[in-house]
């Protein structure tokens, strides 16, 4: 069975810019979060969306939204890009909200 | 005061050792502990879970949960270089659907 399947895997943008990033979740996971990850600490929440609606947001600015489709596939956007939004961007996906979560390889943004 | 507090290390042991990593914990409401696995520039790969206190073994790993403590423990017996990597430990509450970190503790496995 296929894992989290993020794209893409690395990205580098310039300040100002934005950018999408995709996940697709394990086939009959319906729940998605998105984390921040910054080297050398842990992953920061940043959404999560249960069946299509946002059932969480940590604190991030607005610069960020997501989204996710009817086939539970998500995207993540972030606008107006700034140096300090480099990160590895990670996707999880639970059967159950949040609950055992599995993550994806991440993408990797560099904002220069 | 982080929610999450875990050292970062790098711990270094050597190969077929007993290897002791904790997270201390502020918010009584956790009640999901997870522990995570994560190579150089991947994505954190599930270890173990555990709901509420106790202990739980999968093959060479143990988790084990202190909720009088606030303090959780994974255990890896007999450490093999391929258990280099960087160890993060995860909390939940129960009606909650974001999972807060630790900042993660690199360990090194000696041949």
């Known amino acids: 069975d296929a894992g989290v399947t993020q794209s893409p895997t690395h990205l580098i943008k310039t300040r100002g810019q934005q950018v999408t990033l995709r996940c697709s979740p394990i086939s009959g996971h319906k729940s998605v979060s998105w984390y921040q990850q910054v080297l050398g600490q842990g992953p920061q929440f940043i959404f999560q969306y249960y069946e299509k609606e946002e059932r969480g947001r940590g604190n991030f600015p607005d610069r960020f939204s997501a989204r996710q489709f009817p086939n539970y596939s998500s995207e993540l956007n972030v606008n107006a890009l700034l140096l300090g939004d480099s990160a590895l961007y990670l996707c999880?996906?639970?059967?159950?909200?949040?609950?055992?979560?599995?993550f994806g390889q991440g993408t990797r943004l560099t904002v220069v | 005061q982080k929610e999450v507090e875990q050292d970062p290390g790098p711990l270094s042991v050597p190969e077929g050792a007993i290897v002791s990593l904790n997270c201390t914990y502020s918010n009584s409401a956790f009640q999901y502990f997870m522990w995570y696995r994560q190579y150089s520039r991947k994505g954190p790969e599930l270890l173990m879970y555990t709901y509420s206190s106790g202990n739980k073994e999968d093959g060479r790993f143990t988790a084990q949960v202190d909720k009088s403590s606030k303090y959780i423990s994974l255990f890896i017996r007999d450490s093999q270089p391929s258990d280099s990597a960087t160890y993060l430990c995860?909390?939940?509450?129960?009606?909650?659907?974001?999972?807060?970190f630790g900042s993660g503790t690199r360990l090194l496995v000696r041949p």
């Open positions: 999880a996906s639970s059967s159950i909200s949040g609950y055992e979560a599995f």
């Open positions: 995860a909390m939940k509450e129960d009606s909650s659907y974001k999972l807060i």
